[in-house]
């Protein structure tokens, strides 16, 4: 992560960075540490983008008018500081806004600066970057790769400066980006929080030592900051001189291609990185080493195989090239050769164990289980293949809704979506100038327009744009896991029907979650999330044993639809129960049943829409079983439909997981999504 963020403070045309990880870890902490070590620049004095008036090639429109005008540009110097975008940032926040109001009227641009505005020549941090919506990060990345923000609205348009160190952080476990907005960060780490318990103790003493403002602990590091402070400022001036030959952009290809990267960005990225590492160690040229190291950041998201640093010697610089690359010498105070090679390793360790989890997992990861469900043990069996579904799309609704996505069409509070109609509104963000253009022809006359002066307006003539998009839902499944899923392989179809449900959720933008149930309670294993991956990962390791606590699963999905709709009303909550409906273990002391059955009804009295899918053979119409709960009290309950049973008390369809085809799941999903309450 260091070593990351000291690379693009040299060279931010890297793109920046995504650190991925737990929460908790030290990322917001060691990007405001960043801010300080890095040297002043000059600003252009009353300049709201904090020009540099020594580049005239990338001053704003402001500064360059008052050069026309034979004005002098004073300046001072200041310190970069680090520009928090918050998670609930509109888009005018974003990227600004331009005042049409004053633009009709009087035909003069006033522009409203956004972050991307203060964030121009620092460093722009955004925090859970993939809760962000995705056009707001397309905005970002987009501003980053161009180091230029343009915002145009109704025909009127401006721009202005917008170079900044992106660095953005995520929760894996939260939700994931999409492939090609995850590319285009230039380097990506994942940081995982430290196990030894004497680190930890050692941590939580220099944070009260900090925190005290212990005079002594700021020495202890004080002179190691400056070091660290002189080298960055140091290979920010020697970066323009690292000489890059043939046999280093032949390596950095080769190494692109034997970890099957799809595009080129990856090429650009690491020849960037190089050369800013090269600096940083005071290499005239990239070493072997520097390139790797580059590689591993800028590869970490991009590689579908893995970086082999043992590659044969044809693939390696030049010679001549690489030896005059090593000449080497160490910045003051030893630093940073020996700590960068190890963050470069750690960063290696780290990707290795995130592939192996996501792709080395397999369906039999829990160790020590086997098969044997009477007995009590737990078995994973494999999960079936995924399978096309047919388009699933829902009737439209006149809701506001904030959340994207691909399933049905409803109203957005936001610019994005297709202009449908407009509408008088106190205050306009979204400006109909056709819908104001109408409303305030017909009253120029009163208000005494002459022929050929502007358009007479009042706040009352305003018009907003109400816009249309697809959105998408929250499905929560609720699993049944216990031993009597183990037979028939009912296991293996349930996650073969999950992941292909998962994967249409993905393209159509929907939030899946899933609860399991089984011994004597149950666990939500993935809260609500657009990763298809970790919920991949999730489902296979996912063990079948024990008795059927049904009840329990019942409230845990029901609890996680109502927290979700506190956090956001608007959106479309499906509750999907796949189970044998023969719940065993009591949650409130009640017979296990009529406990089931009670929170089915407070389903049906919350007016949640839920799906019932039985993954059971129905045997309860068979003589055979009526005779035996006729005589054996204690089988009474087989002797009817337990799941057909909920799901009328649940207000919701019934199927049954044999007596479904694939294409027959995806049409019971796509009946339940479209049912109107």
Do not use: W
């Not at 928090?84 to 109001?101: F, K, M, Q």
């Not at 641009?109 to 941090?125: D, H, S």
């Not at 995705?134 to 609205?153: F, Q, S, T, Y």
């Amino acid at each position: 992560m260091k070593l990351a963020l000291i690379l693009n403070a040299i060279v931010p045309t890297i793109g920046g960075v995504l650190i991925r990880g737990e929460k908790g870890t030290g990322k917001s902490t060691a990007v405001r540490a960043l801010a300080r070590l890095l040297p002043e620049h000059d600003v252009v004095e009353g300049c709201h983008f904090g020009c540099d008036p020594s580049d005239r090639e990338a001053l704003c429109a402001d500064c360059r008018e008052r050069l026309r005008a034979g004005a002098m540009l004073p300046h001072h110097k200041r310190r970069m500081r680090v520009v928090e975008l918050p998670i609930n940032a509109s888009e005018d926040r974003v990227v600004g806004t331009i005042d049409l109001e004053a633009a009709l009227r009087t035909g003069t641009r006033r522009f409203e600066p956004g972050v991307l505005a203060e964030a121009n020549r620092n460093i722009l941090y955004v925090d859970e970057v993939n809760l962000l919506d995705d056009h707001l990060v397309d905005v970002l990345l987009d501003a980053a790769a161009m180091g230029v923000n343009v915002i145009e609205r109704e025909g009127v348009s401006f721009s202005h400066p917008s170079r900044f160190i992106l660095v953005g952080t995520m929760n894996p476990e939260e939700g994931e980006l999409r492939p090609q907005l995850l590319d285009r960060f230039g380097l990506c780490v994942d940081v995982e929080g430290i196990r030894d318990p004497d680190e930890r103790v050692l941590i939580a003493e220099r944070d009260a030592a900090f925190q005290r403002g212990d005079h002594e602990f700021a020495n202890e590091f004080a002179a190691a900051d400056s070091n660290l402070s002189r080298a960055l400022a140091e290979a920010i001036g020697r970066v323009k001189d690292v000489r890059v030959t043939a046999g280093h952009t032949r390596l950095i290809s080769s190494i692109c291609v034997e970890a099957e990267v799809l595009g080129h960005r990856a090429d650009v990225v690491i020849d960037h990185a190089a050369r800013a590492l090269a600096a940083y160690r005071r290499h005239g040229s990239p070493s072997r080493e520097d390139i790797y190291d580059a590689a591993t950041l800028a590869l970490a998201h991009r590689a579908r195989q893995p970086v082999r640093r043992d590659a044969d010697d044809q693939t390696t610089p030049e010679h001549g090239e690489e030896q005059e690359g090593s000449q080497q010498s160490d910045p003051e105070g030893g630093q940073p050769q020996a700590s960068e090679s190890e963050s470069a390793t750690e960063a290696t360790s780290e990707e290795s164990a995130s592939s192996s989890e996501t792709g080395q997992q397999s369906a039999g990861a829990d160790t020590g289980v086997t098969a044997g469900a009477s007995s009590g043990q737990e078995s994973a069996p494999e999960a079936l293949q995924t399978f096309n579904l047919r388009r699933i799309d829902l009737p439209r609704q006149r809701r506001v809704r904030k959340q994207g996505g691909k399933r049905a069409a409803s109203q957005t509070p936001d610019r994005r979506g297709r202009y449908v109609r407009a509408e008088p509104k106190e205050k306009v963000s979204d400006l109909a100038i056709d819908a104001t253009v109408r409303a305030a022809a017909p009253m120029q006359r009163e208000r005494g327009r002459r022929h050929g002066e502007r358009l007479m307006l009042e706040r009352q003539d305003l018009r907003q744009k109400v816009r249309e998009r697809k959105v998408g839902n929250l499905i929560v499944f609720v699993v049944d896991a216990s031993a009597s899923m183990d037979a028939e392989q009912r296991m293996a179809a349930t996650k073969g029907a999950i992941l292909s449900l998962l994967q249409d959720a993905y393209v159509r933008r929907d939030r899946v979650a899933v609860v399991i149930f089984k011994n004597r309670t149950a666990e939500v294993v993935m809260r609500p999330t657009s990763s298809v991956s970790l919920a991949r990962r999730r489902l296979e390791r996912l063990s079948v044993g024990g008795t059927t606590p049904l009840t329990h699963g019942l409230m845990a999905g029901y609890k996680v639809v109502k927290t979700e709709l506190l956090r956001d009303p608007t959106i479309r909550p499906l509750l999907v129960l796949i189970s044998d409906g023969r719940g065993n273990i009591s949650m409130f002391k009640e017979e296990p049943l009529v406990e089931a059955q009670k929170v089915a009804a407070l389903i049906e009295a919350e007016e949640i829409d839920a799906l019932v899918i039985d993954s059971a053979r129905d045997y309860s119409h068979l003589p055979s079983v009526q005779h035996l709960a006729r005589v054996a009290p204690m089988y009474q309950t087989y002797a009817i439909n337990a799941c057909a049973d909920l799901a009328d008390r649940m207000g919701a369809h019934y199927y049954g997981l044999y007596d479904l085809s694939r294409d027959e799941i995806a049409t019971a999903v796509e009946r339940e999504l479209g049912r109107g309450r």
